[in-house]
């Protein structure tokens, strides 16, 4: 069936780099965008950025510019999201879920991000 | 950026009440408004999309109705699995944004 699956939890320290992973299967990458979302411990959802898996084309949220880089690898059928100089209000779960030209319409299981001195 | 305001932020109701979910947008948004739904631990789940178009498997006692800057989400008889809470997001203009969204309580 058509899914995502995420890499797993993630600790890391203040001014470090993550990279996140998000495998697709059931369905051919670049025929869809995949769009990141976090969300911090008791919070609501926070849309991050999207990628085109057809072009590489990207749009992103104006508070991650600069500190996010997506990519994809259609040969593996993963996307990827790297979120450089982490602080502390990073902490967060982060999601990527497929954008369809409708809605976001099948999501990762979550990465669970742990920024902590 | 559009901001969207999810009204009531707490809906407590009974088994088989109707529960009615409010989403206001700062700009008109179209039709490109979706709907969630995110169950305590559990990523998010898409209910509806383009206003008022169910997903996949989606029972039909949710339905979404609005377009412009005023959309619903309606629940027509809760049921104890609908406990969750529900956002909004929408897919009119860059950046896309979420709701902050409702919690719905079973009595």
């Known amino acids: 069936q058509v899914q995502l699956v995420q890499s797993g939890a993630e600790v890391k320290k203040p001014g470090a780099s993550v990279k996140v992973s998000c495998k697709a299967s059931?369905?051919?990458?670049?025929?869809?965008?995949i769009t990141w979302v976090r969300q911090a411990p008791g919070q609501g959802l926070e849309w991050m950025a999207w990628?085109?898996?057809?072009?590489?084309?990207?749009n992103y949220a104006q508070r991650f510019r600069g500190r996010v880089t997506m990519t994809t690898d259609t040969s593996t059928s993963t996307a990827y999201m790297e979120l450089r100089s982490l602080r502390s209000d990073d902490t967060a779960v982060y999601y990527c879920?497929?954008?369809?030209?409708?809605?976001?319409?099948?999501w990762g299981q979550g990465t669970m991000v742990t920024v902590s001195s | 950026e559009i901001v969207l305001t999810q009204s009531p932020a707490t809906l407590s109701l009974s088994p088989g009440e109707r529960a009615t979910l409010s989403c206001r947008a700062s700009?008109?948004?179209?039709?490109?408004l979706a709907w969630y739904q995110q169950k305590p631990g559990q990523a998010p789940r898409l209910l509806i999309y383009d206003a008022s178009n169910r997903a996949t498997g989606i029972p039909a006692r949710f339905s979404g109705s609005g377009s412009g800057t005023d959309f619903t989400l309606t629940i027509s008889s809760l049921e104890p699995e609908d406990l969750a809470v529900y956002y909004c997001h929408q897919r009119s203009d860059w950046p896309e944004t979420f709701g902050q969204g409702t919690k719905v309580e079973i009595k």
């Open positions: 990628i085109s898996a057809y072009n590489g084309n990207t």
């Open positions: 879920a497929r954008a369809t030209s409708h809605a976001l319409d099948i």
């Open positions: 059931g369905y051919t990458l670049n025929i869809h965008g």
């Open positions: 700009q008109s948004v179209a039709g490109y």
